[in-house]
């Protein structure tokens, strides 16, 4: 979904397809993700859709334009995503897609 000319995707498809641990709360509508799988750097980050307040490991973070809901989906900017998470970000403009890939690093 694009809003201000900004790319924004489902908060929960994308954090469940990288691994991430998921909790949202109905009456605070706080969203917290946790990403920890091995041999990545883990990461937490911490959305209030009703202050708009972002969090990323505990550091506020100021974003251009602010998630929103929509039908009870949280939405993200795409920035975010690739920001936090260290994952890349390709988009294909003749296909109208965007492909999200992180590297899994090993020591």
């Known amino acids: 979904m694009t809003r201000n000319g900004q790319a924004f995707i489902p908060?929960?498809?994308?954090?469940?397809?990288?691994g991430a641990e998921i909790a949202?709360?109905?009456n605070t509508k706080i969203a917290q993700m946790n990403q920890?799988?091995?041999g990545d750097h883990p990461v937490s980050l911490e959305i209030?859709?009703?202050t708009n307040r972002t969090t990323v490991n505990g550091k506020p973070v100021?974003?251009?334009n602010p998630p929103f809901m929509v039908n009870g989906i949280g939405y993200l900017p795409l920035r975010l995503i690739s920001e936090t998470l260290?994952?890349?970000?390709?988009w294909i403009q003749k296909e109208d897609t965007i492909v999200i890939t992180t590297v899994t690093t090993t020591k």
Do not use: I
């Open 11 to 18: 908060l929960r498809s994308v954090f469940d397809k990288l």
């Open 24 to 26: 949202y709360d109905y």
């Open 36 to 38: 920890s799988k091995a």
């Open 48 to 50: 209030n859709f009703k």
């Open 62 to 64: 100021k974003l251009a």
């Open 86 to 90: 260290g994952a890349k970000v390709n």
